[in-house]
């Protein structure tokens, strides 16, 4: 994939490259491995299938990066504590029912390389356990006490089906605007992001303008995040992480690239997207076509500059913080978010 | 259906018949208009389609017996605000969210006699907004302010989704005891009655031995609705109530009369419940010698009889509480949930 030249902000954080996800995972070890324990813990049931089925999932070798922002969030906010921990893991659940229900919405094959729960046990588990795990978090939360902690999550999840359900809305139909696509990124993936950054600053009690700052945070990277996934799904690097190329392409999924080659294209191109995205009459080569149509129209380049934008303002939310390791830490994760669509 | 006679105590609860539900939504009229509008109020979304679907299942003329349940309860305990109003709205949204996933489970083509929401919207909405509703519950339950409430109804949400894992494990095998079915029904349909209540007696502040009366009194109804539910789907009331007969048998679904009319059959007959509900081989004529097996093992009878039972413990939990039109209503309740399976 073709970049454009970094942003000296982003182009600081991102000289720690891939290396940085790994920089705060190891600062916030001991957290996350407490965290794990936890996760495996609480998803238990006595319904046999309950656990087997998560296990999938939640084994499958995710980056654990909500959680892993909630932790992080909590001790750069100067938090001591361990309720930080239990929240963490209730932000993974949530996630991870995200995902279940993603795969049977989008009849997904394939999630972190390997079979998806539902296509390994079937759609209707999937759905039921995820409604499980959606529930379990809320129990946990009950547990830790904090009605605060209950709001900022119970909104993130009704934003998060929101953002889901206008995707729905929007796909097939090229005629979408990017308004309406950052909607949709905002819901299905800021909102989480943004929630796991503000838990942890709640549960550090700090002032409200780090609280709102963590959260901006959050919310910025979280856009960033998606706006990468989404070029990376027409790049060759997406097999490297273990998906599928194309999988958005094929179910006429509406992302930034589709709607910057869209705009930018002649009458016969339209006539192309229209033919695949919106009537989804998809033939041999039109894959490599759409892929070169987004070359052509620096779709690519300009939907990663535009998470680069995003990443600048999450960088800028850790002003309100003074130096630290957690802080080099949390602006290296920016720099690892948008470093993925090299 | 042939039915046994009636035990005392049910059978005075019984003789106000069918009224006595439209006695307790008399009785609740002011509450249960509130809780309607708040329903409506808050099934709202900018995403349109949200409430579209959701008016479509919410509308759709359903009895709001559970949050009826939560009205009469608080008014039964002696409550006089109006925090009820808005949790009996939370009760129903939980419903709501878990009959849109049955119904994508169970591929459901009908619910209440109207096409059902995944048939006429698809699955992928019906799982999202099914989603939406659940989160947007807690959020009403955050802005009350009440962990006992968050709780309790936490704690319903993991167990009903645990009672419909187990529902799917079960299914399709004769093998399943009656103790397996029990723990079906407790989670996916007494697990929610008894919060229903319990939350009711809850926002009263009643005494703790009224709480528990409360939550008896939910959980012993919902077991006892749920199998009067399970004989209605053989019996051609089920009809006159808008749905198909023979559903539970289509899907191989392991309920009472199965396995009594299993339990109680000879080599042949058994061969028979192998062939129909373990392999699902299916062929004209098996449902009506499904019915005509379950009427000559007296199965119906003896589900009907043990929903009598579990009635009558409903009624005993009353006993808590002085006389008063509430008490009479909802004793009037059980005879209503009974008396469907004549």
Chains 1, 2 share one sequence.
Not at 51 to 58: E, K
Not at 141 to 162: F, H, K, N, P, Y
Not at 233 to 258: C, M, N, W
Request: hydrophobic content about 45%; some cysteine; overall charge negative.
């Amino acid at each position: 994939m073709d970049l454009p030249v970094p942003s000296s902000a982003v182009m600081s954080a991102q000289a720690a490259g891939e290396d940085a996800l790994a920089t705060l995972t190891t600062l916030v070890r001991a957290d996350l491995e407490a965290c794990n324990r936890l996760i495996v813990e609480r998803m238990q049931s006595p319904v046999a299938l309950i656990p087997q089925l998560a296990a999938h999932i939640v084994a499958a070798g995710g980056k654990r990066l909500r959680p892993l922002l909630t932790l992080a969030s909590a001790r750069l906010a100067g938090y001591r504590g361990d309720r930080h921990v239990a929240l963490a893991a209730c932000v993974e659940f949530i996630h991870t029912a995200t995902l279940l229900h993603d795969d049977v919405v989008d009849e997904s094959a394939l999630r972190r390389g390997q079979a998806s729960a539902n296509a390994l046990f079937g759609n209707k588990p999937s759905v039921l356990v995820g409604d499980f795990l959606f529930a379990r978090a809320f129990q946990v939360m009950v547990q830790d006490g904090s009605l605060d902690v209950l709001r900022i999550l119970a909104d993130a999840s009704a934003t998060i089906a929101e953002g889901e359900v206008l995707q729905l809305v929007i796909q097939n139909d090229t005629g979408s605007t990017e308004a309406q696509y950052l909607e949709v990124i905002e819901g299905k993936t800021a909102a989480l992001f943004a929630a796991a950054t503000e838990v942890g600053a709640v549960v550090a009690s700090c002032p409200p303008e780090q609280q709102q700052a963590l959260r901006a945070y959050g919310h910025n990277l979280g856009i960033a995040f998606q706006l990468v996934d989404d070029a990376l799904d027409y790049s060759a690097e997406q097999e490297r992480l273990g998906k599928t190329v194309g999988d958005d392409f094929r179910e006429g999924k509406i992302t930034l690239p589709v709607l910057l080659a869209f705009a930018r294209g002649n009458a016969e191109e339209q006539t192309f997207w229209r033919r695949t995205i919106e009537e989804r009459d998809q033939r041999e080569g039109d894959l490599a076509r759409a892929i070169a149509l987004m070359q052509k129209h620096h779709a690519f380049v300009d939907t990663v500059g535009r998470a680069r934008d995003y990443g600048d303002k999450a960088l800028a939310a850790l002003d309100r913080f003074p130096e630290s390791e957690w802080k080099r830490a949390m602006a290296g994760v920016v720099g690892f978010c948008i470093s993925r669509a090299r």
